[in-house]
């Protein structure tokens, strides 16, 4: 019954958009205008219906194909997820293997470095897209920690990275900074969408000197988003990785008091990053395994 009354509606919706736009032109033109002959006030009548109805339609048939789209975009999304889901636990079972069980790994065939250039120029292409920015506003990188490694050395990777400490290391232990906010954090994702006010003045993020030059041009400060990754053994942790997309002087959600933050965090963290997370941790796995050789 509902899907019938939904389809009726359906059918009715371009009669009822044209219906409001005509009504007060009609009563402008028959009732207050005197001007105008009465077969003139017709054919502007039923111009403007014509023109109404064709707009209406149109409009509806671009709504309806940029849903479609979205559609199509989500599922290529789950598709590459699920994908780079099955690589990384191919890999995970050699990685388990040569820790648990003393097996050898085949000799790669290609550089993983490269590999995670490629991600992170992905993931940057990514934001670039949906905010309109240019490449230099935008940084990603990866902090990362093997368990065979003092407890205090970090490696960076990274793409357009611009430092706000002096050392890898500071990112993840200094009090103030982003990456000790995510990795103590007890979710996996964070976004700060206010650099400063969100994240300096809480204490979460520390700011530097490209937020403060882009904040003079663009007016406003940009947002960060972290997202903790960790390849573990049962309770043991081989791999701890912190990956980190920043943008300089816009933010990622640019709608006010933030009425629609949680959808776009939740199309961030499950549909956008996941196939990348993947992928980086297939790629960490390979090079802890081949560093440690």
Known sequence: MMKRIHKVLSKLMPLLHSSLILLPLGCSLFIGDEKLSPMNKGLIFITVGIIALVTYLVSDKNISMEREQNKLSVNILKGERDLARYRRDMIFKVFEGVLERNETSQELNYDPYKSLAT???????????????????????????????????????????????????????????????????????????????????????????????????????????????????????????????????????????????????????????????????????????????
């Open 119 to 293: 991600i992170l120029k992905s993931i940057s292409s990514c934001f670039e897209a949906f905010l309109r920015l240019r490449p230099k506003y935008i940084s990603v990188a990866i902090f990362y920690h093997f368990d065979y490694q003092d407890k205090k050395e970090w490696n960076r990777f990274d793409k357009n990275y611009y430092k706000a400490f002096r050392s890898n290391e500071q990112v993840i232990f200094e009090e103030d900074s982003f990456g000790r906010y995510v990795m103590d954090g007890t979710e996996g994702f964070y976004l700060i969408n206010d650099k400063n006010r969100d994240g300096a003045k809480q204490g979460y993020y520390k700011l530097n000197k490209k937020d403060r030059e882009t904040k003079k041009k663009f007016h406003k400060y940009g947002s960060i988003i972290g997202t903790k990754i960790v390849v573990k053994i049962d309770n043991k942790e081989y791999v701890e990785a912190l990956l980190t997309i920043s943008v300089y002087g816009r933010k990622i959600d640019t709608f006010p008091f933030g009425i629609f933050r949680e959808k776009l965090e939740c199309k961030i963290e499950d549909d956008i990053l996941p196939a990348f997370k993947s992928n980086i941790e297939s790629e960490l796995m390979q090079i802890y395994l081949k560093e440690k050789k």
